[in-house]
C-alpha cells in the first residue's frame, strides 16, 4: 500500500493489528475521497497496521493504568482530531472517558457507553430484543454448572457472556456430554457462559451495519450475507440428523455477498433505534422459517467495515466528514456484490523494521 503524504485531517486509529478491526478501519479510510493524516496505534510494536499510517504509535494495553494518559499524550503530539478505537478493550475505556478526549479537543467515533455496555453483555442483548418485542435464541446463562441443566434444546453454542478474543472460545455443542465440557472450557479460560440455540443453518446468516451519527440520527445499513468458508469459516461439525448436514460458526473474518436485503435491515434499524445507538453499531443474526434472530449486537465498527466501504459505504469516512468537516449527509448509496478476503504478506527489512 502506498502511503498519502497529508496535511488533511489527522484521524487516529488503534488496535490495527493485521485482520483486526482496526486495520480494517485504517484500510476503509484510505479508500476515502478525503485525504485523512492517519496515526496508526497498536499494543505490540510488531503490528501489520503500524506499516501503513502515515505515523504510527505504540500505546499500553487498554488495561494499562497509563493507558489513557499514553493516549492523551500521542493525540497531543500529532494534534490528533478523531480517534477510531479498533479494539473492544479501547473502546471500553474510552467510551468511559469522552469527555477526556473532548477536552483534548478529540472527536471520538463511538458509540455511547449505555449501548457499549448492551452490546458488549450477550445476556442483556437478549434482554434487550425481549423488551422490543423481537425474536432471540433461547439462552441461558451458565454461571454454574447447575444452571445447565436448564438447556434442553440441542445444537446449542456455548460463549462467553461477556468478552472473549472474536470467535476462539465459541463452540457448537451437540449433546450434554458436548456442553458440559466447553462449558467448563469456558469458564476455566476466566469467562462466564451462556448457552445460546444453534439457529437455522449456515446459508442464512447475516451480517448488518446500521449507521447514526453521533447525535442519534439514523444514516443507513448495509446488509452482507455472509459465505461460511475459508478465513471466514471458524469451525464445522456434523449435525445429528444426518450424513451430509453440517453446524457451523463463523469466524471473525466475515465475507459473503452484499445484498439489499430490504426486510432484514429494517428490523436491524429498528433494534438500533430502540436501543438508542448514536454512531456504528454491528448486528449478526440468522433467519429461520421466516424469523429474524439476532444473536451478536456489536456496538462498534464492524471487521467488514473495509468490504462495506469498497461497495461504496464507508461508514467512519461518512461519520469524520459529517462530524469534523461539519458536512451534511446524503442518501447513502452502494453496489450489490460479493465481498470476499484473503492473506495478505509483508517482508519488512530490519532497517526498515519497528523498533
Given at each position: 500500500?502506498t502511503?498519502?503524504?497529508?496535511t488533511g485531517?489527522?484521524?487516529?486509529?488503534?488496535g490495527?493489528g493485521?485482520g483486526?478491526?482496526?486495520?480494517?478501519l485504517l484500510?476503509?479510510?484510505?479508500?476515502?475521497p478525503?485525504?485523512?493524516r492517519?496515526?496508526?496505534?497498536?499494543a505490540?510494536?510488531?503490528?501489520?497496521?503500524?506499516t501503513?499510517g502515515?505515523e504510527r504509535?505504540?500505546?499500553?494495553p487498554?488495561?494499562?493504568?497509563g493507558y489513557?494518559?499514553a493516549?492523551?499524550?500521542?493525540?497531543r503530539?500529532f494534534?490528533v482530531q478523531?480517534?477510531?478505537?479498533?479494539?473492544e478493550?479501547?473502546?471500553?475505556v474510552?467510551s468511559?472517558?469522552?469527555q477526556?478526549l473532548?477536552d483534548e479537543g478529540?472527536?471520538?467515533?463511538?458509540?455511547?457507553?449505555?449501548?457499549?455496555?448492551?452490546?458488549l453483555?450477550?445476556?442483556?442483548t437478549?434482554?434487550a430484543?425481549?423488551?422490543?418485542?423481537l425474536?432471540?435464541p433461547?439462552?441461558v446463562?451458565a454461571?454454574d454448572?447447575?444452571a445447565?441443566?436448564k438447556?434442553?434444546w440441542f445444537p446449542?453454542v456455548?460463549?462467553?457472556v461477556?468478552g472473549?478474543s472474536?470467535?476462539?472460545?465459541?463452540?457448537?455443542?451437540?449433546?450434554r456430554n458436548e456442553?458440559?465440557?466447553?462449558?467448563?472450557y469456558?469458564r476455566?479460560?476466566g469467562?462466564?457462559p451462556?448457552v445460546?440455540?444453534y439457529?437455522g443453518n449456515?446459508?442464512?446468516?447475516?451480517t448488518v451495519?446500521v449507521l447514526?451519527?453521533?447525535?442519534?440520527?439514523?444514516v443507513?445499513s448495509?446488509?452482507?450475507r455472509?459465505?461460511?468458508?475459508?478465513?471466514?469459516?471458524?469451525?464445522?461439525v456434523?449435525?445429528?440428523?444426518g450424513?451430509?448436514e453440517?453446524?457451523?460458526l463463523?469466524s471473525g473474518?466475515?465475507?459473503?455477498r452484499?445484498?439489499?436485503?430490504?426486510?432484514?435491515r429494517?428490523?436491524?434499524?429498528?433494534?438500533a433505534i430502540?436501543?438508542?445507538s448514536?454512531g456504528?453499531?454491528?448486528?449478526q443474526?440468522?433467519?429461520?422459517?421466516g424469523?429474524?434472530?439476532?444473536f451478536e449486537i456489536?456496538p462498534?465498527?464492524?471487521g467488514t467495515?473495509?468490504?462495506?466501504a469498497l461497495?461504496?459505504?464507508?461508514?467512519?469516512d461518512?461519520?469524520l466528514?459529517h462530524?469534523l468537516l461539519g458536512e451534511p449527509?446524503?442518501?447513502?448509496?452502494?453496489h450489490?456484490g460479493?465481498?470476499?478476503?484473503a492473506?495478505r504478506?509483508?517482508?519488512?527489512?530490519d532497517?526498515?523494521g519497528?523498533?
Amino acid at each position: 500500500m502506498t502511503l498519502r503524504a497529508t496535511t488533511g485531517p489527522v484521524v487516529l486509529v488503534t488496535g490495527v493489528g493485521g485482520g483486526a478491526v482496526g486495520h480494517e478501519l485504517l484500510q476503509a479510510l484510505r479508500l476515502a475521497p478525503t485525504a485523512y493524516r492517519i496515526i496508526a496505534a497498536d499494543a505490540s510494536a510488531e503490528s501489520f497496521g503500524l506499516t501503513e499510517g502515515d505515523e504510527r504509535a505504540t500505546l499500553p494495553p487498554a488495561a494499562a493504568i497509563g493507558y489513557l494518559d499514553a493516549l492523551r499524550s500521542v493525540c497531543r503530539r500529532f494534534g490528533v482530531q478523531a480517534l477510531l478505537p479498533g479494539s473492544e478493550p479501547e473502546l471500553r475505556v474510552v467510551s468511559a472517558h469522552r469527555q477526556v478526549l473532548a477536552d483534548e479537543g478529540v472527536v471520538l467515533l463511538a458509540n455511547s457507553e449505555e449501548v457499549i455496555d448492551v452490546g458488549l453483555d450477550k445476556a442483556a442483548t437478549v434482554a434487550a430484543l425481549q423488551r422490543a418485542g423481537l425474536d432471540a435464541p433461547r439462552s441461558v446463562l451458565a454461571e454454574d454448572s447447575d444452571a445447565l441443566q436448564k438447556v434442553d434444546w440441542f445444537p446449542c453454542v456455548v460463549k462467553p457472556v461477556r468478552g472473549g478474543s472474536g470467535s476462539s472460545t465459541v463452540f457448537i455443542a451437540r449433546n450434554r456430554n458436548e456442553l458440559g465440557f466447553f462449558a467448563e472450557y469456558v469458564r476455566s479460560s476466566g469467562y462466564v457462559p451462556i448457552v445460546q440455540e444453534y439457529v437455522g443453518n449456515p446459508e442464512q446468516e447475516y451480517t448488518v451495519g446500521v449507521l447514526s451519527t453521533l447525535g442519534g440520527a439514523l444514516v443507513g445499513s448495509l446488509a452482507m450475507r455472509r459465505v461460511l468458508r475459508g478465513l471466514s469459516l471458524k469451525s464445522r461439525v456434523p449435525a445429528p440428523g444426518g450424513p451430509g448436514e453440517w453446524l457451523a460458526l463463523s469466524s471473525g473474518l466475515s465475507q459473503g455477498r452484499i445484498e439489499r436485503a430490504a426486510e432484514i435491515r429494517q428490523v436491524c434499524e429498528r433494534i438500533a433505534i430502540e436501543l438508542g445507538s448514536r454512531g456504528p453499531l454491528n448486528i449478526q443474526l440468522r433467519v429461520s422459517q421466516g424469523r429474524l434472530y439476532p444473536f451478536e449486537i456489536n456496538p462498534r465498527f464492524s471487521g467488514t467495515c473495509c468490504l462495506r466501504a469498497l461497495a461504496g459505504f464507508n461508514e467512519a469516512d461518512i461519520l469524520l466528514r459529517h462530524h469534523l468537516l461539519g458536512e451534511p449527509i446524503g442518501q447513502v448509496v452502494y453496489h450489490e456484490g460479493l465481498a470476499i478476503r484473503a492473506l495478505r504478506n509483508r517482508f519488512i527489512p530490519d532497517r526498515d523494521g519497528i523498533r
